[in-house]
């Protein structure tokens, strides 16, 4: 289960990097993003949620 919650939290930064340099560039975030996002915090957060329940 760590590594799985550190595979989502690597993934979360990697498109968070894409994030940023997409406003670097000066283009818009497209909507759909932030549920990309929403839903990669959402792993992470149901991640530890179960972890911590199991342990």
Do not use: E, Q
């Not at 997409?22 to 530890?48: H, T």
């Amino acid at each position: 289960m760590l590594y799985f919650l550190i595979v989502v939290a690597v993934l979360l930064l990697a498109y968070a990097a894409v994030l940023v340099n997409f406003v670097r560039r000066g283009r818009k975030v497209p909507p759909v993003a932030y549920l990309v996002l929403a839903a990669l915090n959402g792993l992470i957060l149901a991640g530890v949620l179960a972890w911590a329940v199991a342990r």
